[in-house]
């Protein structure tokens, strides 16, 4: 008996796997793995196996780990060779990218299409997060309207493959809202003491980042 650990069925990119080879016999059985190459050519894995346990450790596998892998033993009563094969598919999700349109600077008022593809050999979801994490849509495809200075964020989106626990990748893309400053926020002590310190503070918003400068009776 050959099996793999975990199934290979939710064998990701990263992981580590056990190939495991059963036989009974006495004395105890001494394994080989092979892994079938191009033209039916196979490579033999042994020198990376615990041959008397039948262990074959795999780790950090990737997409190229994937292929027919082949445990074989000497049936010592007969001299037969006793051999079988398991197929390794390792679950992977590359190609993550984010289109944004239109890709021209960005007014207020403006709208834009986020849009986030990946190639996967299974089925993928897609989740759109802001900054701060919040998720605000599902689909493969974000659309923001009216866009405001507040608009302007790092947006995520997140891919993920719901028969393969684990299996995600995320993007980023950056909306800035371009526009002149807006100031949003002053702020002033009503009534100071004389000869008393005071702070205060002026907050606007524009994209680029504004810079502030104070005046004093508009001097």
Request: net charge negative.
């Amino acid at each position: 008996n050959l099996h793999v650990m975990p199934s290979s069925a939710l064998v990701k990119e990263g992981d580590d796997v056990k190939l495991v080879c059963e036989a009974d016999g006495n004395p105890a059985p001494v394994f080989s793995f092979y892994k079938r190459e191009l033209e039916d050519n196979w490579q033999d894995l042994s020198a990376l196996a615990d041959s008397y346990n039948g262990v074959l450790n795999l780790h950090d596998v990737n997409k190229s780990s994937s292929g027919l892998y082949r445990c074989q033993t000497l049936d010592l009563d007969d001299m037969r060779m006793l051999e079988k094969d398991v197929e390794l598919v390792v679950n992977y999700i590359e190609g993550v990218s984010v289109k944004m349109e239109p890709s021209s600077p960005l007014r207020e008022g403006d709208s834009v299409r986020l849009s986030c593809d990946a190639y996967s050999p299974v089925a993928l979801d897609y989740h759109w997060r802001d900054a701060k994490g919040r998720k605000v849509a599902e689909g493969n495809e974000l659309l923001l309207r009216n866009l405001t200075f507040e608009t302007s964020s790092n947006f995520s989106c997140k891919v993920m493959a719901p028969s393969v626990p684990g299996l995600e990748q995320s993007k980023q893309v950056a909306v800035a809202v371009q526009g002149k400053p807006r100031i949003v926020a002053v702020s002033s002590p009503l009534y100071v003491r004389q000869d008393e310190v005071v702070n205060l503070t002026c907050k606007a918003i524009a994209f680029p980042k504004p810079s502030v400068h104070w005046s004093i009776n508009g001097t």
